[in-house]
């Protein structure tokens, strides 16, 4: 294993010191316990909090800012964060209007959060993201997995937090683009955590993983490489079918998300975006708004994730609106 690092034990830590320095401007990091805050604490609004295992990078940390979270709580890589990171961030972060967390759906995230939020002394609500159509039960999850889908409600949400909507709107928001998401993934390698030193999993150079996890999850099932176009047309099938068994609308505007895993080029995901546009357009969606890039990492892992939300004016008024974080930044 090669990676550029000092000691695996201060990794997150000098990690993080870096991404604090590099935006110094919009976050401040604390440690002991570890949380990423806003540079600048708003006043009177709802309190967006995420976080989860680190190596998913630029989530949860770099989407701290303006118009989206107001903390993110990083644990060691693939492990979840402590109650006590979440309730610092809490309490740090808090602005008079109660904390809404955002959380993954797997085991370890749902009941760290959990035992955090039953030591909350203020108003609190959780949602709970769980796009990935891939599977719907693992050894990792209480249900279907959270994933890139994840930085939709982030950013939506984050948008109408900063209205000064209360705490059952903005939840009722994440909720709602949830249920509007699909995504699935394909890998080409596995991920290396650092810790371990070797790949996660196996895998040929004439073979894919359809459906893999953030964490190196195992997918729907392992196959045969193929052209390009066909690994897409399985993927677009997959969340067109998931649509159909939510008995949301198989047409209408969307927002496409093409996410990079970790070690895909930018040339090969504008590839997948290219494929999966005319699919879905084929399909009778509009793709109203798009996205391209690495966005909801797993460490080196070479594949992509698609994502579809499918819009409605709420969402659509949300996601254009000005945000300034690390990892996006439009509108500002």
């Not at 203020?122 to 599977?135: G, K």
């Not at 982030?154 to 109408?160: A, D, P, R, T, Y």
């Not at 995504?183 to 004439?206: H, Q, Y």
């Amino acid at each position: 294993m090669k990676k550029f690092l000092n000691n695996v034990d201060h990794m997150l830590v000098e990690s993080l010191s870096g991404f604090a320095t590099a935006h110094s401007d919009l976050v401040e990091v604390q440690f002991d316990p570890t949380f990423v805050a806003r540079k600048q604490k708003p006043k009177n609004k709802v309190a967006l909090i995420s976080g989860g295992g680190s190596g998913h990078e630029p989530l949860h940390a770099g989407y701290v800012g303006k118009g989206m979270l107001d903390a993110a709580c990083p644990g060691q890589v693939f492990t979840s964060p402590t109650p006590d990171q979440m309730l610092a961030a809490a309490e740090a972060v808090h602005a008079g209007m109660g904390v809404l967390f955002i959380v993954k759906n797997y085991a370890g995230d749902v009941m760290n959060f959990e035992m955090a939020t039953e030591m909350l002394p203020f108003e609190h609500a959780t949602v709970l993201t769980s796009d990935d159509c891939a599977v719907v039960n693992s050894t990792y999850t209480t249900g279907r997995r959270g994933v890139a889908g994840t930085v939709i409600v982030e950013k939506c949400v984050g948008s109408l937090a900063e209205t000064g909507a209360d705490l059952a709107s903005c939840k009722a928001l994440g909720d709602k683009i949830n249920v509007r998401t699909s995504s699935i993934g394909a890998a080409l390698t596995s991920c290396t955590v650092p810790a371990a030193g070797r790949p996660t999993f196996d895998i040929s150079d004439s073979e894919l993983e359809m459906g893999v996890g953030i964490h190196g999850e195992p997918g729907r099932r392992r196959e045969t490489m193929r052209e390009a176009d066909a690994i897409v047309a399985d993927m677009v099938a997959a969340i067109v079918h998931d649509m159909e068994a939510k008995q949301l609308p198989t047409q209408g505007d969307i927002l496409l998300l093409v996410n990079g895993l970790g070690a895909t080029p930018l040339m090969e995901l504008y590839l997948i975006y290219n494929s999966a546009a005319q699919r879905l357009t084929e399909k009778g969606f509009r793709i109203a708004r798009s996205l391209v890039g690495n966005y909801t990492t797993a460490i080196d892992m070479a594949g992509a994730s698609l994502t579809v939300c499918l819009l409605d004016a709420e969402i659509t008024q949300h996601w254009d609106s000005p945000v300034h974080t690390a990892g996006l930044r439009w509108g500002c």
